[in-house]
T-cell receptor
């Protein structure tokens, strides 16, 4: 019930291409879905987040698409750059849980120049 | 805003000794902080939830007597790894909750020799 499944495990994209990472959740009570970016040896940084009352949120080159009925959400990185090479984690939480996050397994993104 | 720091960034200790890791929210007050452990190429594993002025809530399988957590103020939580062993070597990351979002520290690399 608390799991968040993330795919793919790794992704290689050419510079300028679109990177797409998918997540699926089970607990329909989740009400907050953030994406984190993590560089090696660093802590995760909040990238973008969405709540289930909207189907899409865009911030710069990063877009979250949210499908409530399918219990899925995805991160799209447009015009991917080598500097985007990092590990990306999706997560989900219940606001009533005090923002306790359930993380996906992570996706290692490599953007080739 | 929402900056979280950790100290030290890396530490090497001998087996059997204890080591303390500090987590501070620099520009906001956090009633709730979280401690995670991360192994190479894996996701973040929540160890415990720390609430200011009360005992920490540990996740199943985490030894509370080995990983002592103290949340003494609204800006400081500490994790003490007691009687450390080589298998405790890992990347420890804290986060602080603000407005329903979690902001992560840069992590502490612990190596037990």
């Amino acid at each position: 019930q608390q799991q968040v499944k993330q795919s793919p495990q790794s992704l290689i994209v050419q510079k300028g291409g679109i990177s797409i990472i998918n997540c699926a959740y089970e607990n329909t009570a989740f009400d907050y879905f953030p994406w984190y970016q993590q560089f090696p040896g660093k802590g995760p940084a909040l990238l973008i987040a969405i709540r289930p009352d909207v189907s899409e949120k865009k911030e710069g080159r990063f877009t979250i698409s949210f499908n409530k009925s399918a219990k899925q959400f995805s991160l799209h990185i447009m015009d991917s750059q080598p500097g985007d090479s990092a590990t990306y984690f999706c997560a989900a939480s219940l606001e009533t849980s005090g923002s306790r996050l359930t993380f996906g397994e992570g996706t290692q993104l490599t953007v080739n120049p | 805003g929402a900056v979280v720091s950790q100290h030290p960034s890396w530490v090497i200790c001998k087996s059997g000794t204890s080591v303390k890791i500090e987590c501070r929210s620099l520009d906001f007050q956090a009633t709730t902080m979280f401690w995670y452990r991360q192994f190479p190429k894996q996701s973040l594993m929540l160890m415990a939830t720390s609430n200011e002025g009360s005992k920490a809530t540990y996740e199943q399988g985490v030894e509370k007597d080995k990983f002592l957590i103290n949340h003494a103020s609204l800006t400081l939580s500490t994790l003490t790894v007691t009687s450390a062993h080589p298998e405790d070597s890992s990347f420890y990351i804290c986060s602080a909750s603000r407005g329903g979002k979690q902001y992560f520290g840069p992590g502490t690399r612990l190596t037990v020799t």
